[in-house]
Protein backbone atom coordinates (compact mmCIF):
# COMPACT_ATOMS: atom_id res chain seq x y z
CA UNK A 1 0.00 0.00 0.00
CA UNK A 2 1.11 3.83 -1.26
CA UNK A 3 1.18 3.99 3.22
CA UNK A 4 3.72 1.45 3.95
CA UNK A 5 5.85 2.67 0.94
CA UNK A 6 6.16 5.89 2.03
CA UNK A 7 6.62 5.38 5.54
CA UNK A 8 9.29 2.46 4.64
CA UNK A 9 10.96 5.65 2.21
CA UNK A 10 10.86 7.50 5.50
CA UNK A 11 12.66 5.44 8.09
CA UNK A 12 15.24 5.15 5.37
CA UNK A 13 16.30 8.33 4.88
CA UNK A 14 15.92 8.46 8.83
CA UNK A 15 13.64 11.32 8.25
CA UNK A 16 10.39 12.03 11.19
CA UNK A 17 6.73 12.62 10.02
CA UNK A 18 7.12 16.06 10.77
CA UNK A 19 10.47 16.43 8.86
CA UNK A 20 8.69 15.30 5.72
CA UNK A 21 5.24 17.32 6.22
CA UNK A 22 6.92 20.51 6.64
CA UNK A 23 9.38 19.92 3.38
CA UNK A 24 6.11 18.72 1.55
CA UNK A 25 4.13 21.47 2.83
CA UNK A 26 1.84 19.24 5.10
CA UNK A 27 0.61 19.19 8.71
CA UNK A 28 1.99 16.30 10.48
CA UNK A 29 -1.24 14.82 11.09
CA UNK A 30 -2.07 15.16 7.77
CA UNK A 31 1.00 13.25 6.68
CA UNK A 32 0.74 10.19 9.50
CA UNK A 33 -3.17 9.49 8.21
CA UNK A 34 -0.85 9.09 4.02
CA UNK A 35 1.41 6.91 6.25
CA UNK A 36 -0.99 4.56 8.35
CA UNK A 37 -3.29 4.59 4.89
CA UNK A 38 -6.28 6.62 6.23
CA UNK A 39 -5.58 8.96 3.91
CA UNK A 40 -5.18 8.92 0.05
CA UNK A 41 -3.27 12.09 -1.00
CA UNK A 42 -4.01 14.28 -4.05
CA UNK A 43 -2.45 14.60 -7.07
CA UNK A 44 -0.13 17.16 -6.66
CA UNK A 45 0.65 15.56 -2.67
CA UNK A 46 1.42 12.57 -4.57
CA UNK A 47 3.81 14.19 -6.79
CA UNK A 48 5.39 15.70 -3.56
CA UNK A 49 5.86 12.65 -2.26
CA UNK A 50 7.93 11.15 -5.25
CA UNK A 51 10.25 14.20 -5.44
CA UNK A 52 11.12 14.44 -1.89
CA UNK A 53 11.60 10.82 -2.04
CA UNK A 54 13.50 10.94 -5.84
CA UNK A 55 11.18 7.33 -6.66
CA UNK A 56 8.14 7.98 -9.44
CA UNK A 57 4.38 8.14 -8.46
CA UNK A 58 3.95 4.75 -9.91
CA UNK A 59 6.26 3.01 -7.51
CA UNK A 60 4.40 4.80 -4.38
CA UNK A 61 1.14 3.74 -6.24
CA UNK A 62 2.35 0.18 -6.99
CA UNK A 63 1.11 0.31 -10.44
CA UNK A 64 4.47 -0.45 -11.71
CA UNK A 65 6.17 -3.25 -9.81
CA UNK A 66 5.80 -6.41 -11.85
CA UNK A 67 4.82 -9.45 -9.58
CA UNK A 68 8.17 -11.21 -10.30
CA UNK A 69 10.07 -8.66 -9.31
CA UNK A 70 12.26 -8.61 -6.10
CA UNK A 71 13.24 -5.91 -3.40
CA UNK A 72 16.26 -5.70 -4.57
CA UNK A 73 15.04 -5.36 -8.36
CA UNK A 74 13.11 -2.33 -6.85
CA UNK A 75 16.06 -0.47 -5.37
CA UNK A 76 18.56 -1.13 -8.45
CA UNK A 77 15.47 0.58 -10.41
CA UNK A 78 15.15 3.41 -7.95
CA UNK A 79 18.94 3.82 -8.26
CA UNK A 80 19.25 3.91 -11.67
CA UNK A 81 16.18 6.66 -11.93
CA UNK A 82 17.91 8.58 -9.12
CA UNK A 83 21.48 8.84 -10.44
CA UNK A 84 19.57 10.36 -13.72
CA UNK A 85 18.00 13.34 -11.15
CA UNK A 86 20.17 16.29 -12.45
CA UNK A 87 18.19 15.84 -16.26
CA UNK A 88 19.02 18.02 -18.96
CA UNK A 89 18.60 18.82 -23.20
CA UNK A 90 20.22 20.84 -24.82
CA UNK A 91 21.87 22.47 -21.99
CA UNK A 92 18.42 22.82 -20.38
CA UNK A 93 17.28 21.14 -17.61
CA UNK A 94 14.30 19.08 -17.47
CA UNK A 95 11.16 20.58 -15.46
CA UNK A 96 9.99 18.40 -12.93
CA UNK A 97 7.10 17.47 -15.07
CA UNK A 98 9.61 15.94 -17.93
CA UNK A 99 11.87 14.56 -15.65
CA UNK A 100 8.98 12.52 -14.33
CA UNK A 101 7.96 11.42 -17.91
CA UNK A 102 11.81 10.48 -18.43
CA UNK A 103 11.77 7.92 -15.44
CA UNK A 104 8.42 6.70 -16.42
CA UNK A 105 10.10 5.81 -19.71
CA UNK A 106 13.28 4.23 -17.93
CA UNK A 107 11.26 2.21 -15.83
CA UNK A 108 9.08 0.34 -18.78
CA UNK A 109 12.79 -0.13 -20.25
CA UNK A 110 13.88 -1.15 -16.96
CA UNK A 111 11.36 -3.97 -16.03
CA UNK A 112 11.61 -5.48 -20.03
CA UNK A 113 15.25 -6.01 -20.01
CA UNK A 114 14.76 -7.38 -16.35
CA UNK A 115 12.37 -9.64 -17.11
CA UNK A 116 14.07 -10.79 -20.15
CA UNK A 117 17.27 -11.40 -18.41
CA UNK A 118 15.32 -13.35 -15.80
CA UNK A 119 13.58 -15.59 -18.54
CA UNK A 120 16.55 -16.06 -20.43
CA UNK A 121 18.96 -17.06 -17.11
CA UNK A 122 16.05 -19.01 -15.48
CA UNK A 123 16.18 -17.02 -12.21
CA UNK A 124 12.59 -16.19 -12.59
Not at 20 to 30: C, E, F, H, T
Not at 42 to 49: C, F, N, R
Not at 74 to 88: G, I, K, Q, R, T
Not at 92 to 104: A, F, G, M, T
Amino acid sequence: MLGDRVKDLRKKTGKTQDDVAKSIGLSRPAYSHIENNRNEPDGETLKKLASYYEVTTDYLLGHSVPQWATEKDVMDLEEMLNSSVNMAYGGERLSEEEKQRVKDVLTGIFWEKLNKRKRSDGSE
